[in-house]
Nanobody, 124 residues
Framework: QVQLVESGGGLVQAGGSLRLSCAAS????????MGWFRQAPGKEREYVAA????????YYADSVKGRFTISRDNAKNTVYLQMNSLKPEDTAVYFC?????????????????WGQGTQVTVSS
């Protein structure tokens, strides 16, 4: 079983930055993919970004391209989401997710474990 713990959410003004972290522990696969999703009130969960095992392949939703950067430190089993130029529409609960194997693209149902979520609120 894999456990994921997110941190780094909070309240920030529009144009500001936040960095989310997600630490994985437990019985992780030898190579695994990590992703970030978000869900705003009344909206469906949105696939934000993903990164493969080596970090050489990444995916970003069009809504965050050029503003968000996903990265990982495999020595620490940790994935990061650097969020710059934040907008009020980025307000959501952000979830990290774990998927056994080395992938980049996928869907929410491909992921095997989820964190509890961290709130990001961007004020205008």
């Amino acid at each position: 079983q894999v456990q994921l713990v997110e941190s780094g959410g909070g309240l920030v003004q529009a144009g500001g930055s936040l960095r989310l972290s997600c630490a994985a522990s437990g019985r992780t696969f030898s190579r695994f993919t990590m992703g970030w999703f978000r869900q705003a009130p009344g909206k469906e969960r949105e696939y934000v970004a993903a990164i493969n095992w080596s970090g050489g392949n990444t995916y970003y939703a069009d809504s965050v391209k050029g503003r968000f950067t996903i990265s990982r430190d495999n020595a620490k089993n940790t994935v990061y989401l650097q969020m710059n130029s934040l907008k009020p529409e980025d307000t959501a609960v952000y979830f990290c997710a774990y998927r056994a194997g080395d992938y980049t693209l996928g869907y929410a149902y491909d992921y095997d474990a989820w964190g509890q979520g961290t709130q990001v609120t961007v004020s205008s």
